[in-house]
C-alpha cells in the first residue's frame, strides 16, 4: 500500500461521495424538516454541523454497500440520511464530553450557542456557558429523534418494512449501547495510560467508531438484499470490511490530533494530549520511552494548562518513539485485513470505489 496519496489519487471516489453528500444534503434541507425544530435556537444547531462541511463518509459507504450488491442507492438515501444525523448527534454531545471549542474551522454547538446567550441575551459568563452545553444536548437529542424518523421513511422507498424494523433493532440494541459504552470508556480511561494495553484501546476505538461504520455497511447490504441479517456471506463481508474500517479510521483520526495540520483538521493539534485521551500512539511512546521522557509523557499528559512548548515536545517523543510509526502500521494492517473481505463481492465499479474508501481513511490529512 502507497505511504501516502494525495487527494487527487483519490480523484473517483471524492467525487462519488461528494454526488452523494449533495443528493443527502438536498434530501436533509428539505423545508418539511426544518419547520419541526423550533425555537430558532435549536433549528441553527440542529443543522449547524450538517451545513458545516465534512465528507459524510458514513451515509456514503452505505450507499455504495447498496449498490455494490445490486441494490437501488435511490431506496438507501433516508437511511444514508438517518445515519448521517445519527452520527451528528454523536458528535454534539462529544463535543460537550471532550470541551472542544472548534469543529472544522467552526464554534461547536456549546461554544456558539454560549457566545450567543452573552451577545443575545446579555448573560454573564456561568449562564451563558451552561446555556451553551444546554442547546447542545437538547439539538443532539432531537437530532437522534430525527434520525429514527428518517429511517423510518425508507419504507415510502420501497425498503420492506420488515428490513427497516430490523434496522432499527440493530441501532437501538447494539449501536447505541455499544457507542456509549466506547465513549465512557474513553472518559475513565483518561489518563489511565499505565494502566491499559492495546487490547483495551482498539476495543474503545471499534465501539467508539466501528460499530457505526459497521452498521452502515449492514445497512446498504439490507436494503438491497431486502433482509437485515447477516447471514449471507456478503453481508457479513460488508459488515466486516466496514467494522475493520472503523477502528482503522480512528486510528487515523487519533494520528491527526497530534501530527496533523491545524488548518486542516479546523482545530488545534494536540488537544487530545491535554486531555490525557489514552490513544494507540500514547500507550505505544510509554511503553518504548526511557525514564526521562516517560516523566515528560505523563506530566504532560491530561494537562489542560500544559503550554504550547510541553504539547510539542510530547508531539516529538511520539515521532521519536515510533508510537506514529507503529501507530500507521496498525491502521494500515486493518485496511489490508478489511479488503479481503471485498473478495465476497461482485467485482463491480462499486466495488473498486469501496477499496478506495478504504484506503482513503487512512491516508486522509483530515
Known sequence: MPASRTDADFSDLLDAVARRKQLLLEYLMQERFAERFRPAHI??????????????????????????????EAQALPVAAAIEIYHTWTLVHDDVIDRDDTRRGRPTVHREYAERASREFGWASAEAEHYGRTIAMLAGDVQQSWSWSLLFEACERGVPAAVVIQLAQILASRVTPLLVEGETL??????????????????????????????????????????ASVDTPAAQAIANFCRLCGAAFQIQDDILGV????????????????EGKTTLLTLTALAQANARQRDALLRTLGDDRASAADVSSVIALLRDTGAVEYAQAVSRQYVSEALTHLDALPDNRYRSLLAQWAQYLIQREF
Open 43 to 72: 433549528r441553527d444547531a440542529v443543522y449547524s454541523y450538517v451545513k458545516g462541511g465534512g465528507k459524510s463518509l458514513r451515509p456514503a459507504v452505505a450507499m455504495l454497500a447498496c449498490g455494490a450488491l445490486g441494490g437501488d
Open 259 to 274: 501530527v496533523g495540520d491545524a488548518q486542516q483538521l479546523g482545530k488545534p493539534v494536540g488537544s487530545d494530549i491535554r
Open 186 to 227: 474513553d472518559v475513565q480511561y483518561s489518563g489511565a495510560v499505565r494502566q491499559l494495553d492495546e487490547e483495551a484501546v482498539i476495543d474503545v476505538l471499534w465501539k467508539k467508531t466501528g460499530v457505526l461504520y459497521e452498521f452502515a455497511g449492514r445497512a446498504g447490504a439490507a436494503i438491497a438484499l431486502r433482509d
